[in-house]
């Protein structure tokens, strides 16, 4: 049995943690010498694949700051424990005027340990940005939301990570896409996991078709491979855009069924099926399937529609 992923200390829409087992087979699949991620997120693939040398990049400076604290040593477990410690007491007596009041510091001036508060006090755990930058998420009404048990696995969370990181050639950057893509080189392998288009729109995630078509010029014309992550269907439509970019012997498709648990409404909540596309084979027996769903998907009846998924 597969050991349990290691799970970082933030939480963020489209969070891949159940697809790191794949994900992790495919990179294992051949060599490579770097991985590149443009859009790494909560960064829990490459905390799962743990890959020797990396350059994980992301749009959201937080995040990234966050990660480069950590690794620099500057946000230790024994500093979050003792930051949410005294926090978590104030939210206990402030409740949402505590929050409001954290919310309002961090906008002025934004630190990783008011960032990891807020993502871990407010609604649904979701990370949201208004078209200033601004955290706008609001209050998920746990005054006692940082009991002793639940710093306890935050400041674990930090400290494995924290290991994980330290023991490997790791780069974290803010940056867009396009700049992360243009630095690929032909020994990299190269997840890509981009926001759906329509969904979870804010500052630091806006997602339109012309990014979408960007990306994927950017990734047929790279030297080296490449995985990506997209939506496949949901019980209402299928991804017209797999079919309209990916629709090729050179790229290879696998699907599963992924259900999120972040989301501020119950329509993000619904079961979707994912699809990784590669430029390279999977395996036997993932071929196998691959091929079975391949055309199980180009010869579904099910209406397409490149409109906003629900998720
Ligand atoms: C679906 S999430 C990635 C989730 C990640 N794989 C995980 O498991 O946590 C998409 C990420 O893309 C980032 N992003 C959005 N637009 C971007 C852009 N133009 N360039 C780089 N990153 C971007 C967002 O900040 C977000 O973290």
Redesign the pocket.
């Known amino acids: 049995m597969n050991p349990p992923p290691l799970i970082?200390p933030l939480k963020?829409?489209?969070?891949?943690?159940r697809?790191t087992g794949e994900i992790q087979r495919l990179a294992q699949a051949r060599e490579f010498d770097r991985w590149v991620?443009?859009?790494?997120?909560?960064?829990?693939?490459a905390l799962n694949v743990q890959p020797k040398r990396a350059l994980l990049?992301?749009?959201?400076v937080h995040?990234i700051r966050l990660y480069q604290e950590i690794q620099r040593g500057e946000l230790t477990p024994a500093l979050a424990k003792a930051f949410l410690v005294e926090e978590g007491e104030r939210l206990r007596i402030g409740g949402e005027s505590h929050y409001y009041g954290v919310r309002e510091r961090f906008n002025i001036r934004p630190s990783s340990l008011d960032f990891l508060f807020l993502n871990r006090s407010c609604f649904n755990g979701v990370?949201r940005f208004n078209r200033r930058g601004k955290f706008n998420v609001p209050y998920g009404h746990k005054p006692e939301r940082f009991a002793q048990a639940y710093i306890t696995k935050i400041t674990n969370q930090i400290r494995r990570i924290s290991e994980a990181i330290s023991a490997c050639d790791w780069t974290f950057v803010a940056?867009?896409?396009?700049q992360?893509l243009a630095s690929a080189q032909s020994g990299d392998l190269v997840?890509a996991?981009?926001?759906?288009a329509g969904r979870h729109v804010d500052y630091?995630?806006?997602?339109s078709e012309t990014?979408e078509a960007e990306l994927g010029d950017l990734l047929k014309q790279l030297p080296g491979r490449f995985i990506l992550?997209t939506w496949h269907s949901n019980e209402f439509r299928t991804n017209a855009t797999i079919e309209r970019h990916w629709n090729d012997p050179r790229f290879h498709l696998l699907t599963r069924e992924h259900f999120y648990h972040v989301g501020s409404t119950e329509d993000l909540r619904h079961p979707m099926v994912e699809a990784l596309i590669t430029n390279f084979p999977v395996g036997p027996q993932a071929e196998e399937v691959e091929a079975k769903e391949q055309m199980a998907f180009f010869e579904t009846t099910a209406p397409h529609d490149s409109a906003p998924a629900p998720r």
């Open positions: 970082p963020c829409q489209g969070i891949k943690t697809l991620e443009p859009f790494c997120g909560s960064c829990v693939v990049a992301d749009s959201n995040i990370m940056a867009d896409f396009r992360t997840y996991d981009p926001p759906y630091f995630n806006s997602w990014d992550s």
